[in-house]
């Protein structure tokens, strides 16, 4: 819920996948759950212009309706349920459906439906959207002698391909999970991979997660300056 240009980052997510036509999500929440819960209980309040008249009944004039295509789960999935825990306590939300799947503290550029297709094409049980994030630190040629010969910035092609979330996949993925104390990158994941199951959809264009003062500003000020790549709305 930490805000990018006075929005959430899930505001920024959702509207991420709305603009795709997907308009339908569950939200796996935990800590502080009822500040999510309040969020989209107020979010008609929130994002329109409203008179409350006192001198006539206390009533209420909408003058401009500011709605969303959504349709929102918020699934309480306990304070400490691992990553694969949480996605098989809303099995239920999700049916048997293939579904996607993502953090709450990333924005990119990805096209989500052409991820989609690329996965459906494929077969696989699951999709991730590889990245290469770029380096936070400059590198150093240093000789034998240790003298430094020159500075360099990192470029993120020299770093390997990790996974910056946006995942798509299918539901039998949840036989795979076996509860709530479940890490979903770890014995799921590596599973799948194992079995031939896994595939990557490699994005060579923005991603930017949200973990530090830094990141925050740094989303910020692209936002501030209609730079935002992830601002496909």
Same mark, same amino acid.
């Given at each position: 819920?930490?805000?990018?240009?006075?929005?959430?980052?899930?505001?920024?997510?959702?509207?991420?996948?709305?603009?795709?036509? $997907? +308009?339908?999500?569950?939200?796996?929440?935990? *800590?502080?759950?009822?500040?999510?819960k309040?969020?989209?209980?107020? *979010?008609?309040?929130?994002?329109?212009?409203?008179?409350?008249? $006192?001198?006539?009944?206390?009533a209420?004039?909408? !003058?401009? +309706?500011?709605?969303?295509?959504?349709?929102?789960? #918020?699934?309480?999935?306990?304070? +400490?349920?691992?990553?694969?825990?949480?996605?098989?306590?809303?099995?239920?939300? #999700?049916? &048997?459906?293939? $579904?996607?799947?993502? *953090?709450?503290?990333?924005v990119?550029?990805?096209?989500?439906?052409?991820?989609y297709?690329? !996965?459906?094409?494929?077969?696989?049980?699951?999709?991730?959207?590889?990245?290469?994030? &770029?380096?936070? $630190?400059?590198?150093?040629?240093?000789?034998?002698?240790?003298?430094?010969?020159?500075?360099?910035?990192?470029?993120?092609?020299?770093?390997?391909?990790? +996974?910056?979330?946006?995942?798509?996949?299918?539901?039998?993925?949840?036989?795979?999970?076996?509860?709530?104390?479940?890490?979903?990158?770890?014995?799921?994941?590596?599973?799948?991979?194992?079995?031939?199951?896994?595939?990557? *959809?490699?994005?060579?264009?923005?991603?930017?997660?949200?973990?530090?003062?830094?990141?925050?500003?740094?989303?910020?000020?692209?936002?501030?300056? &209609?730079?935002?790549?992830?601002?496909?709305?």
């Open positions: 819920m930490i805000e990018i240009g006075n929005q959430p980052i899930l505001w920024h997510i959702m509207k991420e996948y709305s603009a795709y036509g $997907f +308009n339908e999500f569950v939200i796996c929440a935990g *800590y502080k759950q009822q500040i999510i309040e969020y989209f209980a107020n *979010y008609y309040l929130y994002r329109s212009d409203i008179t409350f008249d $006192f001198t006539a009944d206390n209420m004039m909408i !003058h401009n +309706n500011v709605a969303e295509p959504w349709k929102v789960s #918020i699934v309480d999935t306990g304070l +400490n349920t691992m990553t694969g825990g949480r996605i098989k306590r809303v099995q239920e939300y #999700i049916g &048997g459906e293939t $579904f996607m799947l993502t *953090y709450g503290d990333g990119c550029d990805v096209n989500i439906a052409e991820l297709a690329f !996965h459906r094409q494929s077969g696989k049980l699951a999709t991730i959207t590889a990245i290469q994030p &770029g380096g936070r $630190f400059g590198t150093m040629d240093i000789g034998e002698d240790s003298t430094i010969a020159r500075f360099s910035e990192k470029r993120k092609e020299d770093g390997g391909w990790i +996974n910056g979330g946006y995942m798509v996949v299918e539901p039998q993925v949840m036989d795979y999970i076996e509860g709530d104390g479940t890490v979903f990158e770890k014995e799921p994941l590596e599973r799948l991979a194992a079995r031939g199951e896994l595939q990557a *959809y490699k994005h060579d264009g923005f991603w930017q997660c949200m973990d530090t003062m830094r990141d925050k500003a740094l989303l910020e000020a692209l936002l501030e300056e &209609g730079r935002a790549p992830w601002k496909v709305w």
